[in-house]
């Protein structure tokens, strides 16, 4: 990576950890399939190891708005979900990561904005939080599936519950990698590169979250997204 490329990086991660502090996700599924074509190192072991970090600042800002019985639900689901995924991870060969990488953003995106409405029951939890594991561990992005689920809550439960959820669940996922040997030394020093980015972001959401308006940004960063993964996919498949 040359010092353009690092700089690139940090400045699409710190826009999407604005979009989560304002959304409650997004911060992946905006910076992972740009990342993927400038600079493929971020992804998916520096991104996820500094996630618990952003994912505690946002969850602490609106504490006491987590929806407590949504999380635990969530998070039995995730277990299963993280451990598919460290499978997929160990068995993709690395020509054909961005094809994973693509595939499960366009379905990522494409649950997000399919307009399903999805009740909250133990099921649907325990499925979105698998589902949700699954992508967060192979791609780094685990918000569409869970996020679906919660789609009548207001912002602040929203906010601080997915948080929550993303931060213990990321941290299983870090924890299953790194146990299987996906993640190394390189990794760990990207990832501390990222806290200024990360504490950037946080801020800069604490400031515009009662700005901006989640009616245009979300449709914005699904958009942006989308063309993203299907020039990861071509890529792959040429």
């Not at 009548?152 to 601080?160: I, M, T």
């Amino acid at each position: 990576m040359n010092p353009l490329e690092f700089i690139l990086g940090l400045l699409v991660l710190t826009t999407g950890y604005t979009i989560q502090g304002l959304l409650g996700f997004g911060a992946c599924l905006f910076a992972v399939p740009i990342l993927a074509v400038i600079a493929p190192e971020f992804i998916p072991g520096p991104v996820l190891m500094v996630n618990p970090l952003l994912c505690a600042l946002v969850a602490w800002r609106e504490y006491s708005f987590i929806d407590w019985p949504v999380l635990r639900w969530a998070l039995v689901g995730r277990v299963p979900g993280v451990l598919l995924g460290v499978w997929a991870l160990t068995q993709v060969s690395e020509d054909r990561l961005g094809l994973l990488f693509g595939t499960l953003l366009l379905l990522g995106v494409g649950l997000r904005i399919s307009g399903v409405r999805t009740s909250r029951t133990p099921w649907t939890l325990v499925g979105a939080g698998g589902l949700s594991g699954f992508m967060g561990t192979s791609v780094a992005v685990g918000g569409p599936p869970i996020a679906l689920v919660l789609n009548d809550a207001s912002g602040s439960e929203l906010r601080s519950t997915l948080n929550a959820f993303f931060l213990i669940g990321t941290t299983i996922s870090v924890i299953s990698l790194t146990i299987v040997g996906e993640f190394g030394v390189s990794d760990l020093l990207l990832a501390v590169c990222l806290i200024p980015s990360v504490l950037i972001g946080v801020a800069l959401s604490s400031r515009l979250r009662d700005v901006l308006t989640r009616a245009w940004l979300a449709p914005a960063v699904y958009g942006l997204s989308s063309s993203f993964a299907v020039i990861l996919v071509i890529r792959s498949l040429v």
